[in-house]
Nanobody, 121 residues
Framework: QVQLVESGGGLVQPGGSLRLSCTAS????????MGWYRQAPGKERELVAT???????NYADSVKGRFTISRDNAENTVSLQMDSLKPEDTAVYYC???????????????WGQGAQVTVSS
């Protein structure tokens, strides 16, 4: 029905920057909430940032002032600009979306495949 494909990520030194992007495709009528979550080894998945259709954003305290979430509704894309990265930001980052489907108008909630972000010197 809907696929979320992530790009970006990789290895960066502390203090560096990376940008993640996620594009949704499929039977989409509209996309409501989009967001990024992350999961570090041995830890539970946690919220990083979300953005609703109207543009309001929400950030985890640990990333406020360093990460910026944005979306392009025309391209069904959400991005996460990550600046001033720290070793504790190392994790697999997952895109998340709540979608109203075309056709019957039902909703779909799902995840991307994950993108590894490693912050290390």
């Amino acid at each position: 029905q809907v696929q979320l494909v992530e790009s970006g990520g990789g290895l960066v030194q502390p203090g560096g920057s990376l940008r993640l992007s996620c594009t949704a495709s499929g039977s989409i009528f509209s996309i409501n909430d989009m967001g990024w979550y992350r999961q570090a080894p041995g830890k539970e998945r946690e919220l990083v940032a979300t953005i609703i259709n109207g543009g309001s954003t929400n950030y985890a305290d640990s990333v406020k002032g360093r990460f910026t979430i944005s979306r392009d509704n025309a391209e069904n894309t959400v991005s996460l600009q990550m600046d001033s990265l720290k070793p504790e930001d190392t994790a697999v980052y997952y895109c998340n979306a709540l979608v109203t489907l075309g056709g019957d108008g039902s909703t779909w909630h799902g995840w991307g495949q994950g993108a590894q972000v490693t912050v290390s010197s």
